[in-house]
């Protein structure tokens, strides 16, 4: 990556150079768009990108705070006057500028750049290229970062030490493409499968694959799939540059470039080809070929088809590359964030090793490793690809992980082995992963924030066996992408300036409270909300600082509630005066407090204007406290048919709300909306929204925006013969009426699965098919009917999630999702994800 001047930056996005005093130059060499990713603050140029949903500007003067000098921003404002040792580069559109310097980065190097495209297999193919190429310098786009935004800060890192680099481009609709064209200027190409994804944006199949097309105007060479008929023949007729070569191999035609036959073996197979004007040059080769893959699916196959076909193409052709495609396997590309032993935290991020990916994780340790955790505990292999010397590979670790303030490291490899000497923190360090367990200690861990970041070659599934907490197999996987998708989508339905409160109760809806808190306030949620002060005691003890409303405050919590700032819902005049008192004998003046007022929920709230007006006679009176917001709960937003009667619970809140500001000398923030209020009435919105299970996934409107964040899987633990005529599980419900195959799976109604889906009322998915419940639910246990399936012993099963959705669950046992989510047992692991 370059080290520029903010001004050079300037010159070449065409911005200006503002800085509100004459102030020596600040030199960058890295950018950021996501404030959660800055660990280098002197040395880092934050783009402020504005989307539909977000603004980059509202997070600069926490940055300039944490000591981000250097800014490229759409808005200059008086605000940015007060900072006068920074320095902004102000321009109409942030997202194009950040564009236009990365492609100038490209424009710097003349190597060979593999671009990738296509509906699926994108990532995969480049993953296993980076792989495979291990001892070739070569750059890659960090995971899936395919997008707008996620190509240039790819291509950012493009520098003089690489011999090929390798990025991704996705699109979402037209237009898209020429844009990252520009960036990129791929010298070869490969279209990977064309498929739906993506496609409801564009009319035709056919708009689409042109559109992708337009990456590969500059290629020299492009590499595709002829067994793919509308590709062939968008290509054949012109859909390409016309100088390009054009490299197409297949699965079925025998006299294209590239035919590879496929013979099964074992559980795997054998593509078989004839090299020839793509042979290693060794006169004495055979005539025919053989590479070993691991596995037997089509989507699997054709990406290694891909992978292959570019390395023949391109001469990277020796026997180590091929013979290592025997190993390559199927990819996680998200990091996954679990429980350890010892009250750890465990972070998985060790199916690649990179100095870029390295960053990205950093950052991801470095945002979770709060209280109460004691240390960061990086263990960390060798980095197999990075173009430089090891001496100044790992001096640049040594200050990424000192900029991170690392607490210990764990070095596994003879190569970082041998560095030791640059590292200033706690270390220890292996040759290999078996020396490492050979020593483990488990009590050496506790309280240990854990980042796993190692080369696929290191095993590293190994130690996270030994360091994660134990459970059964069932885990209930929380995409933590999602869940900030869906609050940006939410915070675009409502004005800039209305607040926002995030209900958290309820362990968050069944996702994990601390871990979902943590994820809201580094977001500028302005408000938690939680039932009972035990949960808001839990937040404070996990560093949580945002202020947190306790929905059903009970009087003997009082005490707890005012040490950890915790703020009541005070919805009658018997606990306004117990809470009152409360504070005036721990001397206690000026509390935040929060009135419930009932408008038709008839539950809890003050719900006539003689009560409301006693309770300001008591407000104006005393000096303890003062009122931070009133807020009522909406009945049936969620249903067009009581659409009259939430429009009448408004006016009703309108005019006892009404009442209550005009009477006190201060502010006061009115609430009424939930998730889906907020989504059907956003004219009712007033200075504050309350935000619950349309965060986890769960809509009113069923418009598909937004994203389920949840999934339940487990996976099988035997599977059972069973004859005609017998019966399955208590009660003989699950009576057999053919000969038929049952898993067993390790999850019953403790762990949250409700016993009301027995009997063939619940669904499973499994082997890209769906298996009923069979027989009824076991505490611990239940049986699936698999028969004709192909299911084996440790298939993965998904229970709730994309292919399960859980407001079909609720529907099929007559509750709502709240329930089903709500129920998930504690026991559960909980996985959090994110890429």
């Given at each position: 990556?370059?080290?520029?001047?903010?001004?050079?930056?300037?010159?070449?996005?065409?911005?200006?150079?503002?800085?509100?005093?004459?102030?020596?130059?600040?030199?960058?060499?890295?950018?950021?768009?996501?404030?959660?990713?800055?660990?280098?603050?002197?040395?880092?140029?934050?783009?402020?990108?504005?989307?539909?949903?977000?603004?980059?500007?509202?997070?600069?003067?926490?940055?300039?705070?944490?000591?981000?000098?250097?800014?490229?921003?759409?808005?200059?404002?008086?605000?940015?006057?007060?900072?006068?040792?920074?320095?902004?580069?102000?321009?109409?559109?942030?997202?194009?500028?950040?564009?236009?310097?990365?492609?100038?980065?490209?424009?710097?190097?003349?190597?060979?750049?593999?671009?990738?495209?296509?509906?699926?297999?994108?990532?995969?193919?480049?993953?296993?290229?980076?792989?495979?190429?291990?001892?070739?310098?070569?750059?890659?786009?960090?995971?899936?970062?395919?997008?707008?935004?996620?190509?240039?800060?790819?291509?950012?890192?493009?520098?003089?030490?690489?011999?090929?680099?390798?990025?991704?481009?996705?699109?979402?609709?037209?237009?898209?493409?020429?844009?990252?064209?520009?960036?990129?200027?791929?010298?070869?190409?490969?279209?990977?499968?064309?498929?739906?994804?993506?496609?409801?944006?564009?009319?035709?199949?056919?708009?689409?694959?042109?559109?992708?097309?337009?990456?590969?105007?500059?290629?020299?060479?492009?590499?595709?799939?002829?067994?793919?008929?509308?590709?062939?023949?968008?290509?054949?007729?012109?859909?390409?540059?016309?100088?390009?070569?054009?490299?197409?191999?297949?699965?079925?035609?025998?006299?294209?470039?590239?035919?590879?036959?496929?013979?099964?073996?074992?559980?795997?197979?054998?593509?078989?080809?004839?090299?020839?004007?793509?042979?290693?040059?060794?006169?004495?080769?055979?005539?025919?070929?053989?590479?070993?893959?691991?596995?037997?699916?089509?989507?699997?196959?054709?990406?290694?088809?891909?992978?292959?076909?570019?390395?023949?193409?391109?001469?990277?052709?020796?026997?180590?590359?091929?013979?290592?495609?025997?190993?390559?396997?199927?990819?996680?590309?998200?990091?996954?964030?679990?429980?350890?032993?010892?009250?750890?935290?465990?972070?998985?991020?060790?199916?690649?090793?990179?100095?870029?990916?390295?960053?990205?994780?950093?950052?991801?340790?470095?945002?979770?490793?709060?209280?109460?955790?004691?240390?960061?505990?990086?263990?960390?292999?060798?980095?197999?690809?990075?173009?430089?010397?090891?001496?100044?590979?790992?001096?640049?670790?040594?200050?990424?992980?000192?900029?991170?303030?690392?607490?210990?490291?764990?070095?596994?490899?003879?190569?970082?082995?041998?560095?030791?000497?640059?590292?200033?923190?706690?270390?220890?360090?292996?040759?290999?992963?078996?020396?490492?367990?050979?020593?483990?200690?488990?009590?050496?861990?506790?309280?240990?924030?854990?980042?796993?970041?190692?080369?696929?070659?290191?095993?590293?599934?190994?130690?996270?066996?030994?360091?994660?907490?134990?459970?059964?197999?069932?885990?209930?996987?929380?995409?933590?992408?999602?869940?900030?998708?869906?609050?940006?989508?939410?915070?675009?339905?409502?004005?800039?300036?209305?607040?926002?409160?995030?209900?958290?109760?309820?362990?968050?809806?069944?996702?994990?409270?601390?871990?979902?808190?943590?994820?809201?306030?580094?977001?500028?949620?302005?408000?938690?909300?939680?039932?009972?002060?035990?949960?808001?005691?839990?937040?404070?003890?996990?560093?949580?600082?945002?202020?947190?409303?306790?929905?059903?405050?009970?009087?003997?919590?009082?005490?707890?509630?005012?040490?950890?700032?915790?703020?009541?819902?005070?919805?009658?005049?018997?606990?306004?005066?117990?809470?009152?008192?409360?504070?005036?004998?721990?001397?206690?003046?000026?509390?935040?407090?929060?009135?419930?007022l009932d408008t038709g929920m008839h539950r809890l709230g003050f719900d006539s204007e003689d009560k409301i007006e006693r309770l300001l006679e008591k407000?104006?009176?005393?000096?303890?406290?003062?009122?931070?917001?009133?807020?009522?709960?909406?009945?049936?937003?969620?249903?067009?048919?009581?659409?009259?009667?939430?429009?009448?619970?408004?006016?009703?809140?309108?005019?006892?709300?009404?009442?209550?500001?005009?009477?006190?000398?201060?502010?006061?923030?009115?609430?009424?909306?939930?998730?889906?209020?907020?989504?059907?009435?956003?004219?009712?919105?007033?200075?504050?929204?309350?935000?619950?299970?349309?965060?986890?996934?769960?809509?009113?409107?069923?418009?598909?925006?937004?994203?389920?964040?949840?999934?339940?899987?487990?996976?099988?633990?035997?599977?059972?013969?069973?004859?005609?005529?017998?019966?399955?599980?208590?009660?003989?419900?699950?009576?057999?009426?053919?000969?038929?195959?049952?898993?067993?799976?390790?999850?019953?109604?403790?762990?949250?699965?409700?016993?009301?889906?027995?009997?063939?009322?619940?669904?499973?998915?499994?082997?890209?098919?769906?298996?009923?419940?069979?027989?009824?639910?076991?505490?611990?246990?239940?049986?699936?009917?698999?028969?004709?399936?192909?299911?084996?012993v440790g298939d993965e099963v998904e229970l709730m999630g994309d292919h399960i959705l859980v407001s079909d669950i609720a529907e099929s046992i007559g509750?709502?999702?709240?329930?089903?989510?709500?129920?998930?047992?504690?026991?559960?692991?909980?996985?959090?994800?994110?890429?």
């Open positions: 990556m370059p080290i520029l001047s903010v001004q050079q930056v300037s010159l070449i996005v065409g911005g200006d150079f503002r800085s509100p005093e004459l102030i020596p130059e600040i030199y960058i060499s890295s950018i950021a768009i996501d404030s959660r990713m800055i660990f280098d603050p002197e040395s880092s140029l934050f783009f402020a990108l504005k989307t539909e949903r977000n603004d980059g500007h509202r997070y600069i003067a926490d940055l300039v705070h944490s000591g981000v000098r250097a800014f490229v921003v759409s808005s200059y404002s008086e605000e940015f006057l007060k900072f006068t040792n920074c320095g902004f580069v102000v321009v109409p559109d942030t997202l194009k500028a950040l564009q236009k310097l990365a492609a100038w980065n490209r424009s710097q190097f003349d190597i060979p750049v593999l671009g990738i495209t296509g509906s699926n297999g994108k990532t995969i193919v480049k993953e296993w290229l980076f792989e495979l190429l291990h001892k070739h310098a070569v750059i890659r786009s960090p995971k899936s970062y395919n997008s707008q935004v996620g190509v240039p800060l790819s291509v950012w890192n493009l520098s003089a030490d690489y011999e090929l680099a390798i990025f991704e481009a996705g699109i979402s609709k037209p237009g898209e493409m020429q844009n990252l064209q520009e960036i990129i200027k791929p010298t070869v190409g490969i279209l990977t499968n064309i498929g739906e994804a993506h496609q409801e944006n564009f009319r035709t199949k056919r708009e689409k694959l042109e559109e992708k097309l337009k990456l590969f105007e500059s290629c020299n060479t492009l590499i595709y799939c002829k067994d793919q008929p509308l590709v062939d023949s968008v290509i054949r007729v012109g859909g390409v540059n016309p100088t390009t070569k054009l490299i197409a191999w297949s699965f079925l035609d025998q006299t294209t470039d590239l035919y590879f036959g496929i013979e099964e073996v074992g559980n795997g197979v054998e593509l078989i080809y004839s090299a020839g004007d793509y042979s290693a040059g060794d006169s004495k080769s055979p005539a025919e070929y053989r590479i070993a893959l691991p596995f037997q699916d089509a989507a699997n196959l054709e990406n290694a088809a891909h992978c292959l076909a570019f390395i023949l193409s391109q001469h990277y052709a020796d026997g180590a590359v091929l013979d290592s495609f025997r190993n390559i396997q199927p990819l996680a590309m998200r990091l996954e964030m679990k429980e350890g032993i010892n009250n750890c935290l465990l972070i998985n991020d060790y199916y690649n090793s990179d100095i870029n990916s390295l960053q990205i994780a950093l950052a991801f340790l470095n945002n979770h490793a709060r209280a109460p955790y004691l240390r960061k505990t990086v263990i960390l292999s060798d980095i197999q690809q990075s173009g430089i010397s090891d001496e100044q590979l790992y001096q640049e670790v040594a200050r990424l992980l000192q900029m991170n303030k690392t607490s210990q490291l764990i070095g596994i490899g003879p190569r970082i082995r041998k560095q030791a000497a640059l590292f200033e923190m706690r270390a220890e360090f292996f040759d290999s992963t078996e020396q490492f367990l050979e020593s483990f200690q488990p009590g050496n861990f506790h309280q240990d924030c854990i980042l796993l970041k190692g080369a696929r070659d290191f095993h590293f599934e190994r130690i996270s066996s030994v360091l994660q907490k134990k459970y059964h197999q069932t885990v209930l996987e929380i995409d933590l992408n999602a869940l900030i998708d869906n609050l940006n989508l939410f915070r675009s339905l409502i004005l800039p300036e209305t607040r926002i409160m995030v209900m958290v109760k309820a362990f968050s809806y069944g996702s994990g409270m601390a871990e979902i808190a943590r994820i809201l306030q580094f977001h500028k949620v302005d408000y938690l909300a939680v039932a009972v002060a035990d949960e808001g005691v839990e937040l404070r003890q996990a560093g949580i600082d945002l202020p947190i409303l306790v929905m059903n405050p009970e009087e003997h919590s009082f005490e707890n509630m005012i040490e950890f700032r915790l703020e009541p819902n005070l919805y009658s005049e018997e606990i306004f005066e117990s809470f009152r008192k409360v504070l005036q004998q721990n001397a206690v003046v000026r509390y935040p407090v929060h009135l419930k407000l104006i009176a005393q000096e303890q406290m003062v009122v931070r917001s009133v807020f009522s709960h909406l009945a049936g937003a969620d249903e067009a048919m009581h659409d009259e009667f939430t429009n009448g619970q408004v006016q009703q809140f309108l005019k006892f709300s009404s009442m209550i500001a005009e009477k006190l000398p201060y502010k006061v923030f009115r609430h009424i909306l939930n998730s889906a209020g907020i989504e059907r009435f956003q004219e009712f919105q007033f200075e504050m929204v309350r935000l619950g299970i349309g965060l986890y996934g769960v809509s009113a409107c069923n418009n598909g925006q937004i994203k389920s964040i949840s999934r339940l899987k487990t996976s099988v633990s035997q599977i059972r013969n069973i004859a005609a005529g017998q019966t399955v599980g208590y009660s003989r419900k699950g009576v057999i009426e053919r000969d038929s195959e049952i898993a067993v799976l390790p999850i019953g109604y403790a762990d949250g699965y409700d016993r009301r889906l027995s009997n063939g009322v619940g669904k499973v998915y499994v082997k890209g098919q769906i298996a009923p419940i069979i027989g009824n639910i076991c505490m611990d246990m239940c049986m699936i009917d698999i028969t004709g399936l192909q299911v084996s509750t709502i999702p709240y329930e089903i989510l709500t129920g998930i047992s504690q026991r559960v692991k909980r996985v959090y994800l994110q890429e």
